[in-house]
């Protein structure tokens, strides 16, 4: 434990008093060094919620002392050509609680009032996964799924069932994809229709087998090169999953060509916490997290 002082609100922020922080891959990535943008020494935590204990006085907000609120940590500059295009999330400046600025693993972290999002109904530890749960609405968003699809998501960890889950409740076919028993049997619980410890498509993607969208979730090269030979043709893959810096996915032109394939990433969450609140607080997609 390391004592800091109380964090002092500048205008437009509120004070909040954390009450619950969850540990995301990111973190860890920092505390080992492998996030070049993280700030030296910053005190992590980007996926967290709290309470309004304070208001600065020229602050404008709807939110009052005591509500319970999830937190957006990406804060832009609103003056770029990424924010005033609707891609806030490319923000070259982009700030980041519990990144490039301290974050919720404290008792108590100021933030601008942009970034709070009033939460009804659910307790703090459910407010938590809004942030992660954003990072996924953004994640099936770009992978632009369609009822009756068929989708596969590669690894069952908490960003994969979520995929599941929203895909699921969409209307699409999901076919889950981990090597942890018990992580496929959560899978069924979020809404998995199939689960596998090793995909095999059954045919040539061009002739029509394979997945219509893939979902890799897991970050590592050998699952992203195989998302894409398991896409049929015309079929999109989407790369979820964060990556080491410097790690490199052999890709086959060609095949991309032949197969008319989309390759798409995402990065953070563009848009999605008011959704993922929303998403939460109905407490149908996700029911089997809390």
């Not at 992590?44 to 609120?69: M, Q, S």
């Not at 043709?233 to 991309?256: D, L, N, Q, R």
Request: neutral net charge; proline residues 6%.
């Amino acid at each position: 434990m390391v004592e800091k002082p109380m964090p002092t609100m500048s205008p437009g922020d509120v004070l909040i008093r954390v009450a619950a922080s969850g540990i995301c891959g990111t973190d860890l990535h920092i505390c080992k060094g492998e996030t070049p943008h993280a700030s030296n020494k910053v005190t992590i935590g980007h996926e967290f919620a709290g309470y309004v204990e304070d208001i600065h006085p020229e602050t404008v907000t709807l939110a009052k002392v005591g509500d319970l609120v999830a937190i957006d940590p990406n804060i832009p500059c609103n003056q770029c050509t990424f924010c005033r295009n609707k891609k806030y999330h490319l923000c070259p400046t982009l700030r980041c609680i519990g990144v490039t600025c301290n974050g919720g693993m404290a008792k108590y972290v100021a933030v601008p009032s942009s970034a709070i999002f009033i939460t009804h109904g659910i307790s703090p530890e459910v407010a938590s996964l809004a942030e992660p749960l954003s990072c996924v609405v953004h994640a099936v968003d770009t992978g632009a799924i369609k009822s009756g699809d068929r989708v596969l998501v590669i690894g069952a960890g908490p960003i994969g069932l979520m995929v599941t889950a929203l895909c699921a409740t969409g209307g699409a076919h999901v076919t889950v994809s981990e090597l942890n028993q018990m992580r496929r049997e959560k899978a069924l619980e979020f809404g998995a229709s199939v689960t596998t410890d090793k995909v095999d498509i059954g045919g040539d993607p061009i002739k029509g087998f394979g997945f219509d969208v893939v979902f890799e979730c897991v970050g590592l090269p050998t699952t992203m090169e195989a998302a894409l030979g398991y896409a049929k043709a015309g079929g999109t893959v989407v790369w979820v999953g964060v990556a080491k810096p410097g790690v490199t996915v052999p890709v086959s032109p060609f095949m991309v060509y032949r197969h008319e394939l989309t390759i798409k990433s995402t990065y953070t969450n563009a848009f999605g916490m008011d959704r993922a609140v929303k998403i939460l607080a109905d407490n149908k997609c996700l029911g089997r997290v809390y």
